[in-house]
């Protein structure tokens, strides 16, 4: 396993495997790896014969008051987690490498940037596109590899790629679990003892929603009162939203048919958590 | 001369000559080609294995009250001239391809973006930024080909390319002029007789301004004075604006030092006309 830190080196490693005509596979992360991470590497390594994830925690996603100082940082654990998933390639810039003085260039993905998350984070998603740009530029992946859990990342940045036109796929992986549901997150560590002991209220109230949707439900008002009801009485959080929107425009819906995201925000102290689940609705 | 109009076969046709280790040179324009053109097409075509010219008149890059409609369109005449200059491909992509419904993503260059011609056609840097962006994802060139009378667009280009990390080198090329000085583009066909017969009081101004530095004038105001006497004294059009600016960053100096661009907008009728030039000054 290869680390590399500077920019130049890593777009000369993946032009060089282009050259050789092998495949590229590119998990990004702001590190704290966990099983979710894990998984996409899995995916990664069955697919490509290159597998590459970088690590890197971008300023330009974080709100001023959000936890970007506090956010953790794991160098040596990651190491050992990518080292275990036969990671090939390790890119570790430095943030001087990635946003030199004078940095001017943005990518925004109008319209989604400013729903779900964005109403909460204003410019997150623009930090998060134009991160995930330069990476691409930098990586030059065949495939690109994201979780579930994050459904409007996912959105905003399969628009990106097929707007700008880059050549690459997109494959989105399974939330994956802790044993009692919550969504695995780098982010649930700032639970308390307590707060993590509710935390899993949130895929709980999303899988009575699914089992209200099979039962015949499809007000989405219904379901959201649903959902945001089970929250409440079972755990001393805040919501920020609870919302059934089309999986594609994010577009809020009354009744609910297609392929719908129910998507949740909800915040423990320190944490805000996120989940959502998406039902094919006939 | 292979002719493309659609978006996967040119990136098969790129991803191709990649892995054959061919280098790829590009020269992205909106048709209506002539001699500055070409002289990118020829360097081009020095440099690289395989030229690559794109005709597409980008309909983001215009204002509501701009010339989208009206801008020349010449297919047969471009073939030509880019069969002359050994072009190997011309991707040639339709308006649907290019922004299918409900197409949202775009590329912004801060700051640089409202300078100089920014300030009168607000958005139009942002229009070129994302285009080039799509392109360059299309073609993969190893170099691109811009003419330094777009000294604004080759700045704002070169800032993308660098804060996005496009694995791609920028060769500016000199204006091409007809031999009254005028500098060659698009628009000068919308000049009447007269017009035309004024319209070489651009580049003798910008040669009056280079002369006074030569002896001696650091003064900024003065320099873009004299400019503006000269074009005002001898024809009647309206100057947008005339600025001597940091050639890298376009901030506006008061004493004239180090790489200075000066750059002049002047509209003659129907006709915005632009030119320049760099002085290095010690």
Redesign the interface.
């Known amino acids: 396993m290869q680390i590399i830190k500077n ?1 130049l080196p890593m ?1 000369e490693a993946a ?1 060089k495997a ?2 050789k ?1 092998k495949t590229i596979g590119f998990v990004p992360t702001m590190g704290a790896l966990h099983e979710g991470h894990a998984s996409l590497l899995k995916q990664c390594r069955k697919d490509n014969d290159i597998s590459v994830l970088s690590i890197f925690v971008n300023p330009k996603q974080f709100g001023p008051q959000e936890d970007f100082a506090n956010y953790p940082r794991e160098e040596k654990k990651d190491c050992l987690l990518a080292k275990k998933e036969k990671v090939d390639i390790i890119f570790y810039p430095s943030m001087k490498a990635m946003y030199a003085e004078g ?10 940037n400013s729903k779900l998350c964005g109403q909460f984070r204003p410019g997150h998603f623009k930090g998060v ?2 991160i995930v ?2 990476l691409l ?2 990586v ?1 992946p065949d495939i690109l590899y994201l979780g579930q859990k994050d459904a409007q990342q996912c959105v905003v940045l399969q ?2 790629i097929t ?5 690459v796929k997109v494959k989105v992986m399974p939330t994956v679990r802790e044993p009692d549901g919550l969504a695995m997150s780098s982010r649930n560590k700032y639970l308390t003892v307590q707060e993590r002991l509710q935390a899993p209220i949130l895929y709980k109230a999303l899988l009575q929603a699914k089992k209200a949707v099979t039962q015949g439900e499809r007000d989405a008002t219904k379901i959201r009162y649903l959902i945001e009801t089970l929250i409440r009485e079972n755990s001393a959080s805040h919501i920020d939203y609870v919302e059934c929107v089309d999986s594609n425009t994010l577009l809020p819906l009354k009744t609910l048919s297609g392929k719908v995201l129910i998507a949740i925000a909800v915040k423990f102290g320190q944490a805000r958590l996120i989940d959502n689940i998406v039902l094919n609705i006939s």
Chains 1, 2 share one sequence.
């Open positions: 920019i777009q032009a282009k050259r005509g940095y001017l260039t943005y990518i925004d993905v109008e319209s989604l596109a134009t740009g330069k530029n930098i030059s628009k990106m707007d700008l036109n880059w050549p």
